[in-house]
């Protein structure tokens, strides 16, 4: 399930309708920091860096506002954790004091099981302390009967040079000569570069390799994970690869719309992980979900769609071309930094395709759920702006549209015959 809406309803709602309590092996959690700070993600169109409001990190009622908040949250995800299940909640040097003091009380003491301590090269140095280099993780049980399988690292010897101690294997590589050991809590990750095939421009975007080895750690195929701050959609990208079954949520549409493209993009390019992309409840064999809990403002785009019929030759039925014709924005001042309306506004008045990021056609729209058969994502700033189905008569088609900034709209065109 991908799942847009404000996470606490959305946990309600798991615990409530769909009988979720203690379904749930892992939880990852990278909710905001307590930073202070606004963050943007960085879209682009036209061959130009747009800056885009992604999420706000600023409390006006101070901590107090912040602990309330996540604590509320916490006490659903421990209703949702299974009883052999772990949950990891992903901070820095700013509330991290504070909120394990809070999870001693919500998990219990004894089921504390590791702070993580991620260290990477990348972020902020200052003149009067020393460079802030790490994340925390903070690693708690439900029941202290959690599921674990221990990783290993390399430990290189002093020196680099052979031990030859009886009973211990060794191995040598370029560096030198190691012994491998049951891995330690301090992880030295790089961050997702800027050239990094990975790289999806959302602020704050998390490594696919640190959410791995969590996940290696602490669940096997076909488990149950979820991320209830998804952000740019790493968990889900991880659990698709690696055969995990997710749940994954933020109330921000740019965050779900890099999520379902991000899944999108590991079904097109032949990973074996069986996923597509629906809108609204849908066979839960046919891939994965797309829910919409949040409260849908007017929408700020609009698109138009044609359709182009070629005959066969003796023969009833016709090649279906849908095409993207146009698309227009609204409302950029909700969404994009100041600076980079002239920008937009431009490229909508010159080349308005460019600012469309993903969409799909449903060529059988029976209800309120869109089942696309055809997905296109912008990949390299290329999209496809038609596609093309045999049909033996009249049909419905419902084409979505979302651009780079997360914004989306629906389009019902009817060929009649």
Not at 49 to 63: P, Q, S, T, V
């Amino acid at each position: 399930m991908v799942i847009c809406g404000d996470n606490k309803g959305v946990m309600k709602t798991l615990l409530t309708e769909y009988n979720m309590a203690g379904k749930i092996k892992m939880i990852y959690i990278d909710p905001p920091f307590f930073s202070k700070a606004d963050y943007d993600a960085v879209v682009r169109a036209g061959g130009e860096n747009i800056r885009h409001r992604a999420y706000a990190d600023k409390w006006e009622k101070g901590l107090a506002a912040y602990l309330k908040m996540l604590t509320a949250r916490l006490y659903l995800m421990r209703d949702l954790l299974a009883d052999d299940g772990l949950i990891w909640v992903h901070l820095d040097w700013h509330a991290a004091h504070y909120v394990k003091v809070f999870m001693d009380e919500i998990f219990g003491e004894k089921n504390f099981v590791n702070e993580i301590v991620w260290t990477y090269k990348s972020g902020g140095s200052g003149k009067k302390h020393f460079s802030r280099k790490h994340d925390t993780i903070l690693v708690y049980s439900k029941t202290g009967k959690y599921q674990f399988f221990p990783q290993q690292e390399k430990s290189y010897n002093r020196q680099l040079k052979p031990y030859h101690f009886k009973g211990v294997k060794e191995y040598k590589d370029d560096v030198g000569w190691y012994t491998m050991v049951n891995m330690k809590d301090v992880w030295n990750i790089d961050m997702v570069g800027r050239t990094s095939a990975e790289r999806t421009g959302y602020a704050t975007q998390k490594p696919e390799q640190l959410i791995a080895r969590m996940m290696e750690s602490c669940t096997k195929e076909g488990d149950l994970c979820a991320d209830f701050f998804c952000g740019s959609g790493t968990l889900a990208a991880v659990a698709a690869a690696k055969k995990r079954r997710f749940i994954v949520c933020d109330s921000g549409r740019l965050a779900v719309e890099n999520t379902i493209s991000r899944l999108s993009r590991l079904s097109q390019s032949g990973s074996d992980n069986g996923f597509g992309s629906f809108d609204g409840a849908a066979d839960p064999e046919a891939g994965f979900r797309v829910y919409d809990m949040s409260k849908r403002s007017k929408p700020s785009l609009s698109v138009k769609v044609g359709i182009e019929a070629e005959p066969f030759p003796a023969s009833e039925k016709v090649l279906l071309r849908v095409r993207l014709l146009s698309l227009s924005e609204r409302d950029l001042a909700r969404s994009v930094a100041e600076k980079a309306h002239q920008t937009v506004r431009k490229i909508v008045r010159e080349s308005p395709l460019e600012m469309v990021s993903s969409w799909s056609v449903d060529f059988d729209p029976r209800d309120q759920v869109h089942r696309p058969e055809q997905v296109f994502t912008r990949t390299k700033e290329v999209l496809p702006e038609f596609c093309e189905k045999i049909v033996s008569g009249p049909c419905h088609i419902r084409v979505k549209v979302a651009d780079i900034f997360g914004n989306t709209v629906y389009e019902r065109i009817d060929y009649e015959g």
